[in-house]
């Protein structure tokens, strides 16, 4: 009885030892996916300089393409009819109107003229109900006309225009947008997640007009310009020597100024400045160099613009997170990595927003303290080990990596293409660079790794001609500028 008792418990301690091995044994052979999953996704998402360069050199035949005839290339190189930045001698109460990611801004600007500089500038603002992202023109224009109604209502007395004089607005609309004036131009598509084929091949400008009437405003649009364009000019308005401006943000692209003689598709008059501001629409770039991943095809062709885009849907913000968010899916589906059960939470497309991405990126605390608060309140997905937290951290910062780094490729492809990319060239004078946008304003990763990267590609002579600037809210500042410029009551605008 005390034998076969003993045996009993050797048998059992057995069967305990080899349920533990084969348990360690899934375990790291789960592990193992994980890591293969991560080193594979790693690999393919890998941007060495020479990759860069090659991305830089693609994007400035691009710009050549698109520059030579409408439709040449997939950059549509829109010309902003901007033939004149602001030069600090724009007088008076201008509003503007920001239209283009999350969120929506009304902005008042008093600019007090000749060094005058900006007096006064007041804003709303306000984040754009979903639904109205994909319902009806008339609805979303309505909407931000009531916006604007309910500023100018709230405004003081001292904003007020003098009599006989119409208030003017800068509008920023951060889409493609085929101008036909300075403050005319049809909608060519929508991105970032808006959808309204109503509004496609229509002038936005007049959509706006009829909304405002309809919501009882008296306003003039001025000047329609897209965020880059508008940040361009806010820049300028700022530091002379501000060439390039570049969004990272919900979406992403870049505007610079071109030599007008350098257009073969303009076939207007020479502008007397010689000089127009290209909207590049870079986030529509595409080349066989771009490192894409199983990841980033599934999530383009599940999205709203399937093949559009393409460059954007590497680099901005929109997209960053819901990247991250397919891959940590597989590793929980194959590899297990939150357990037996995927959790359910992340299967949900577009869950993981890029700020919480960041979030996770920039955890500092030993037990990486955020990731998991993150994981649980986002996902549902609770008491995560160091170990998978340490994996998640990885994945943020091979996603963020690529995208910062394929920016500084796209900067590199304008700077090439305005001919300041080496020293002999340059002239040793500088290039200012304005950009804003929330990716670049607050995933301090991603703007360092971008700054880096285009030091690197450029070498350390070369790099220090070439200044990044923060241009906060330089869109909405611009676009009140430019109304200014193009305003009914300046008379003499060359
Ligand atoms: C739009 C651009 C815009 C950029 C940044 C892109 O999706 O196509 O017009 O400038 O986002 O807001």
């Not at 348990?23 to 990759?51: N, Q, V, Y």
């Not at 208030?167 to 959808?195: A, C, D, H, V, Y």
């Not at 060439?243 to 505007?255: D, E, F, P």
């Not at 809210?473 to 300046?490: E, F, P, T």
């Amino acid at each position: 009885m005390k034998k076969a008792t003993v045996g009993a418990v050797v048998v059992g301690s057995a069967a305990v030892v080899a349920l533990i091995v084969r348990h360690r044994m899934r375990k790291t052979s789960k592990w193992g996916r994980a890591k293969a999953i991560l080193k594979e996704f790693e690999e393919k998402c890998a941007t060495p300089d020479a990759k860069l360069k090659q991305v830089a050199d693609a994007m400035t035949v691009e710009m050549h393409a698109g520059l030579a005839s409408e439709g040449g290339s997939k950059l549509k190189m829109l010309i902003s009819y901007v033939d004149n930045l602001p030069t600090g001698d724009e007088e008076g109460v201008f509003y503007a109107l920001d239209l283009g990611g999350t969120n929506f801004r009304v902005l008042r600007v008093q600019l007090g003229g000749k060094s005058g500089g900006i007096i006064h500038q007041e804003f709303a603002e306000a984040s754009i109900p979903p639904n109205l992202m994909v319902g009806s023109s008339e609805a979303l224009f309505d909407y931000i006309a009531a916006e604007l109604a309910k500023f100018v209502a709230a405004e003081e007395e001292k904003f007020h225009q003098p009599p006989g004089r119409q208030r003017e607005l800068g509008f920023t609309f951060s889409f493609p947008i085929m101008q036909t004036s300075i403050n005319s131009g049809t909608l060519i598509r929508w991105t970032k997640g808006f959808s309204i084929d109503d509004t496609v091949g229509k002038d936005v400008v007049a959509e706006l007009e009829k909304a405002m009437h309809r919501q009882g405003v008296d306003m003039r649009v001025s000047a329609l310009v897209n965020d880059t364009v508008g940040t361009l000019a806010g820049g300028r308005f700022s530091n002379k020597d501000v060439s390039i401006a570049v969004i990272l943000g919900t979406g992403t692209n870049a505007a610079y100024v071109e030599r007008a003689q350098a257009i073969p598709k303009w076939n207007g008059p020479l502008p007397k400045s010689g000089e127009m501001v290209i909207n590049m629409e870079w986030g529509n770039f595409r080349s066989s160099h771009l490192p894409l991943t199983e990841y980033d095809h599934a999530m383009d062709t599940d999205s709203l613009n399937p093949g559009e885009q393409i460059f954007e849907k590497i680099c901005s913000g929109m997209y960053l997170g819901e990247i991250l968010r397919r891959v940590l899916l597989r590793m929980a589906e194959e590899a297990g990595i939150f357990g037996d059960e995927v959790p359910p939470k992340l299967k949900n497309s577009f869950i993981l927003r890029t700020p919480e991405m960041s979030a996770m990126h920039h955890d500092t605390s030993s037990d990486l303290r955020v990731v998991g608060d993150k994981l649980k309140d986002i996902l549902e997905i609770s008491n995560t080990c160091l170990k998978t937290r340490r994996l998640v951290v990885e994945l943020c910062n091979i996603v963020a990596t690529r995208g910062a780094r394929l920016a500084a490729a796209g900067v590199l492809g304008i700077v090439k293409k305005m001919g300041r990319d080496t020293p002999e060239e340059s002239g040793q004078e500088t290039i200012v660079v304005a950009m804003d946008g929330g990716l670049y304003e607050h995933y301090t990763e991603y703007r360092k790794c971008l700054e880096n990267s285009l030091v690197g590609l450029l070498g350390e002579e070369m790099s220090t001609s070439i200044v990044f600037k923060h241009a906060n809210d330089g869109s909405g500042i611009g676009a009140a500028l430019l109304a200014a410029s193009n305003s009914l009551y300046v008379e003499d605008r060359s």
